[in-house]
């Protein structure tokens, strides 16, 4: 089909002056609107303003503007159809034959900070898709371009063959219908952030879900598996969608699995921290005046499983952390920033070290997010667990109630065993982990576990405290911490034998709060 008449309303003007400027070299008359219009007759190209084909001003701001008979008409009327063409003729409709839209920038409007729901509403495009649809179902004889990224391989058939052939245009109504649905799961996504939170299992509720490839994986959990990381379209850029790497090379399955469960962990603190994950397991985690000395406390924890770990910190990583690391492969470094010294040095020293540069602020997380796994034959999804302790939730059932240092550690413990794998046991001081049993299949092997590791790296387990994802089925796994020296317990409750388990802690002189929440993590 020639192209004789192109109609061009885009938002981003990146490239569309040369584009619009080429077409008219090819004897296509440009007809646009408001900005475009204006963009163009300030560089020289002759511009068809929309209002003088339909004979209406464009109003309400500029929400009307191609919303009319003489556009839409000249869009969807089919040339095969003599019907159609004779009703072009007697209402003066001036068929297109190019449709170039650009959206306005809805997507990069809620990426701010910020933005308000009037602000976003705003940006919400509507003669735009309307186009794009109309000229997507007739691309038998109109073509339709939706990214300035598609304005050379269109002129250059223009100029080889003096059309666009059916299999081009068929390929643009493709994309174009590709981004008029990814637009609209943007606005969709945005408006359930900012609606009162429904359940995830609503029933009458389709998930419709748009990723975006952001990164192609070196391979997936082993080398004969292909992976890559996608990105939900209009979801918010936080978490691995916001990450910027700095160093190293490519990532893995594996890595992202362990980045994510890493980053996860250290969105729990505001004082300066340090994490260490190996195997989506905390296997250190610590306070610290800084995060350098944070650093040093968080390697002690384990310092074997450190090698080959993820480690980040949530303050500027500074040379006070690459010291603590000097000798130590670690896959993934991450931080909020990096100290100039300190990249240069990680650069030298640590060449398959990947260093990533992330948000690490538990306030820009929204209220709720929705986390999904897939499973054989579907997907499950679930709100993802971002409940905070609250201490006046909190009940004493023990006969001695903690001290103030003994809560402190309890509080750590806790937001540290929400992000081990059940069944879950943390030991801990006020700001360090001392040992954690993570993954096994009963609670008295967790305990044991996080007693062994304790003692293999040399810490304290007299005077730590003890934190449970899950409420203790049977008095063993408290007594086998109470006899390594424990002094208090944060746990659940709910368990048919509680009165057991706090009976154990009375008989050994231990502190036990309940929270009534739990926190398994499979």
Not at 127 to 152: C, E, F, L, W
Not at 158 to 176: C, I, M, N, V, Y
Not at 467 to 488: E, I, Q
Request: hydrophobic content about 45%; glycine content about 10%; proline content about 5%.
């Amino acid at each position: 089909m020639k192209v004789r008449r192109a109609l061009l309303s885009v938002h981003d003007k990146t490239g569309v002056v040369d584009f619009a400027r080429a077409l008219a070299g090819l004897g296509v008359e440009i007809l646009s609107t408001g900005g475009t219009a204006r963009t163009l007759r300030d560089a020289g190209v002759a511009v068809r303003d929309v209002s003088e084909v339909t004979g209406f001003p464009e109003m309400l701001d500029g929400r009307v503007k191609t919303l009319h008979p003489k556009i839409h008409g000249g869009i969807l009327a089919r040339r095969d159809v003599p019907a159609h063409l004779e009703a072009l003729a007697r209402h003066e409709i001036p068929p297109i034959d190019l449709v170039v839209v650009a959206l306005y920038p809805f997507e990069a409007t809620v990426a701010r900070p910020g933005v308000s729901l009037a602000e976003a509403i705003e940006q919400i495009d509507v003669g735009g898709p309307t186009m794009i649809r109309a000229a997507a179902k007739n691309h038998a004889a109109v073509a339709v371009v939706t990214d300035s990224g598609q304005y050379d391989g269109v002129l250059d058939e223009l100029r080889g063959k003096g059309e666009l052939s059916d299999a081009t245009r068929f390929r643009l109504a493709q994309e174009a219908f590709r981004r008029t649905a990814q637009y609209d799961a943007a606005i969709t996504a945005y408006l359930a952030t900012v609606a009162a939170p429904a359940a995830a299992t609503d029933a009458a509720a389709p998930l419709r879900l748009e990723g975006e490839r952001a990164m192609t994986l070196r391979y997936g959990e082993n080398p004969h598996q292909t992976a890559a990381f996608y990105r939900l379209v209009g979801a918010p850029a936080i978490g691995l969608a916001g990450i910027k790497q700095l160093h190293g090379p490519e990532l893995g399955y594996n890595n992202v699995l362990d980045f994510s469960a890493a980053l996860g962990l250290l969105l729990e603190f505001d004082e300066p921290t340090a994490v260490v994950i190996k195997h989506t397991n905390p296997c250190g985690t610590a306070l610290g005046r800084t995060v350098g000395e944070a650093m040093g406390r968080a390697k002690a924890c384990d310092p074997v499983s450190i090698y080959g770990g993820i480690v980040g910190v949530n303050r500027t990583l500074d040379m006070t952390v690459v010291q603590e690391l000097a000798g130590i492969f670690v896959e993934i470094l991450f931080a909020p920033a990096f100290a100039p010294d300190a990249l240069e040095e990680l650069r030298r020293t640590k060449k398959k070290c990947r260093v990533f540069e992330v948000p690490t602020d538990r306030a820009t997380l929204p209220a709720r997010l929705d986390e999904y796994r897939s499973v054989l034959g579907g997907l499950l999804v679930q709100s993802t667990d971002l409940a905070d302790l609250d201490p006046g939730a909190l009940t004493t059932v023990t006969r001695r109630a903690p001290t103030d240092a003994e809560m402190a550690a309890l509080r750590f413990g806790w937001r540290v065993a929400k992000h081990a794998k059940s069944n879950a046991i943390v030991l801990a001081t006020a700001g360090q982990v001392v040992g954690v049993g993570a993954g096994q299949m009963n609670r008295l092997d967790s305990a044991r576990l996080a007693v062994m590791r304790a003692r293999e790296v040399g810490l304290p387990t007299e005077g730590s405290v003890c934190a449970s994802d899950a409420f203790f089925p049977f008095r063993d796994g408290l007594d086998v911490v109470a006899a390594a020296g424990a002094t208090a317990v944060i746990q659940p409750g709910g368990s048919l034998r509680d009165a057991e388990v706090i009976a154990a802690a009375d008989e050994r002189g231990m502190a036990m709060v309940f929270t009534g929440i739990r926190h398994f993590r499979h």
